[in-house]
């Protein structure tokens, strides 16, 4: 079946540190990949997408490669700041067309302190 | 302009009743979904339309009907509502058939059964 797998939280870090958060997939077929992002007390926004192998998606400073070879889609930031702080979900979609659902990852709570 | 809406925002109940949770979407979309995201922020599809058609319904209890009266909105009504299902509710829309296979999500309405 489908599915996501993502680091534990919570990740707490200071202002301007290296950000990681790890999300690897389980899938048939060829999903699209995905982070989302939810600010406190707000829905989700896409932050950033990929939809084939090798495909770097990027927004806000955030990147994150699509890597078939190690079914990953790790999320990075060079240097975080205190606005980041939300909870962070990979998510992938198993197809790249038609109606198919969105299959998350149980989300990383990320704290960046001044 | 809001893409994607969602009323209300926070519904208080008491068990046993019967409550109905609206979504409409201004962008065009033909997909439309609803998910669930427990306590523990974990998120999962529960329904999924595309041009009012059911396409998904993934072991949701026959007390959740969802209706679709039109391609912009999709309804969520909850019968005989019980403790569990106390959670935050998440409409999304997605355009079906594009290379885009992003979700655009509505800011959640927050159910509490007591």
């Known amino acids: 079946g489908n599915s996501v797998t993502q680091m534990e939280g919570p990740v707490t870090l200071s202002e301007e540190a290296f950000l990681t958060i790890n999300c690897t997939y389980t899938?048939?077929?060829?999903?699209?990949l995905f982070w989302y992002v939810q600010y406190p007390g707000e829905g989700l926004q896409l932050l950033l997408k990929?939809?084939?192998?090798?495909d770097k998606g990027s927004n806000k400073g955030f990147e994150a490669t699509y890597r078939k070879e190690t079914t990953s889609f790790h999320l990075e930031k060079g240097s975080v700041q205190v606005s980041d702080s939300a909870v962070y979900f990979c998510a992938l979609s198993p197809t790249q067309g038609g109606s198919e659902k969105l299959v998350f990852g149980k989300g990383t709570k990320l704290t960046v302190n001044p | 302009d809001t893409a994607v809406s969602q009323t209300p925002k926070y519904l208080v109940t008491q068990m046993g009743n019967d409550k109905s949770i609206k979504c409409e979407q201004n962008?065009?979309?033909?997909?439309m979904y609803w998910y669930k995201q427990d306590s523990k922020k974990f998120l999962k599809i529960m329904f999924s339309y595309n041009n009012k058609e059911l396409i998904i319904n993934e072991t949701v209890p026959n007390r959740f009907s969802p209706k679709s009266p039109d391609k912009a909105h999709l309804n969520l009504h909850i019968n005989s509502l019980e403790l569990g299902d106390s959670a935050v509710y998440f409409c999304?829309?997605?355009?079906?058939?594009?290379?885009?296979?992003?979700?655009?999500f509505g800011p959640g309405t927050r159910l509490t059964v007591l």
């Open positions: 899938a048939t077929g060829y999903p699209s």
């Open positions: 990929a939809t084939k192998a090798d």
């Open positions: 999304a829309s997605r355009k079906a058939g594009g290379r885009t296979d992003t979700q655009y």
């Open positions: 962008l065009g979309h033909d997909t």
